[in-house]
């Protein structure tokens, strides 16, 4: 898929086997530069031990290439695959709004505590 500023794929750790998400950033897009830096930072100062489910380890950040690389822990399925109703609709029912809603409040009261 992609995000505002870089692509995100699904790949699998080679030593654990496990799945991970991988991002990459193009050198060329210097007024995006740096965006998975800050987002590696910001990521490593709020993961800790008892923390709430729902942020990733940073597993690897640098360069690929002629991209940025940022690959973390894989936390669930896609967004999308939530999507209720005719595929391709983009709706979501009210019971994944509201759990949605109830992990990011989660969220935000950690990163607010």
């Given at each position: 898929?992609?995000?505002?500023?870089?692509?995100?794929?699904?790949?699998?750790?080679?030593?654990?086997?496990?799945?991970?998400?991988?991002?990459?950033?193009?050198?060329?897009?210097?007024?995006?530069?740096?965006?998975?830096?800050?987002?590696?930072?910001?990521?490593?100062h709020v993961v800790a031990?008892?923390?709430?489910?729902?942020?990733?380890?940073?597993?690897?950040?640098?360069?690929?290439?002629?991209?940025?690389?940022?690959?973390?822990?894989?936390?669930?399925?896609?967004?999308?695959?939530?999507?209720?109703?005719?595929?391709?609709?983009?709706?979501?029912?009210?019971?994944?709004?509201?759990?949605?809603?109830?992990?990011?409040?989660?969220?935000?009261?950690?990163?607010?505590?």
């Amino acid at each position: 898929g992609a995000g505002a500023f870089a692509q995100v794929w699904r790949g699998v750790d080679a030593e654990t086997q496990e799945p991970v998400a991988v991002k990459l950033e193009d050198y060329d897009a210097e007024e995006q530069a740096m965006q998975l830096e800050d987002e590696a930072a910001l990521l490593r100062h709020v993961v800790a031990p008892g923390q709430p489910e729902g942020f990733a380890r940073v597993l690897h950040n640098g360069d690929a290439g002629h991209f940025h690389c940022l690959v973390t822990d894989l936390l669930g399925p896609p967004l999308g695959s939530l999507v209720g109703g005719a595929v391709g609709t983009g709706v979501l029912s009210k019971a994944a709004v509201a759990r949605l809603a109830e992990q990011m409040i989660g969220r935000v009261a950690y990163l607010h505590s």
